[in-house]
């Protein structure tokens, strides 16, 4: 019903930028919020950064002041734009999606295949 698809991901070195993108397509009424999550080897699933549908953004502490977050409505995507990347960044990214799909009306939950990243020292 609904699809995430990802892409941005790659090798930089330390100090570097990338930009990641996240486009939803399918049977979407409303997006809820979208964001990135990121999960290195061995280590849990972590929230990275999310919008909501009102604009209000939330950072982990790890990433605020390096990355930021931004939507567009338009074309239902989320971007994360990744500044002054570091060794400990490195990870696979997750896109998510909280959508309210057309039938039925319901909110669900939606993941993207991932992404990776690497930043090397």
């Known amino acids: 019903q609904v699809q995430l698809v990802e892409s941005g991901g790659g090798l930089v070195q330390a100090g570097g930028s990338l930009r990641l993108s996240c486009a939803a397509s399918?049977?979407?009424?409303?997006?809820?919020?979208m964001g990135w999550y990121r999960q290195a080897p061995g280590k849990q699933r972590e929230l990275v950064a999310i919008?909501?549908?009102?604009?209000?953004?939330n950072y982990a502490d790890s990433v605020k002041g390096r990355f930021a977050i931004s939507g567009d409505n338009a074309k239902n995507t989320v971007y994360l734009q990744m500044n002054n990347l570091k060794p400990e960044d490195t990870a696979v990214y997750y896109c998510y999606a909280d959508i309210r799909i057309i039938f039925p009306p319901l909110n669900k939950d939606y993941w993207g295949q991932g992404t990776q990243v690497t930043v090397s020292s």
């Open positions: 399918g049977s979407i009424s409303r997006l809820n919020a």
């Open positions: 919008i909501l549908s009102g604009g209000i953004t």
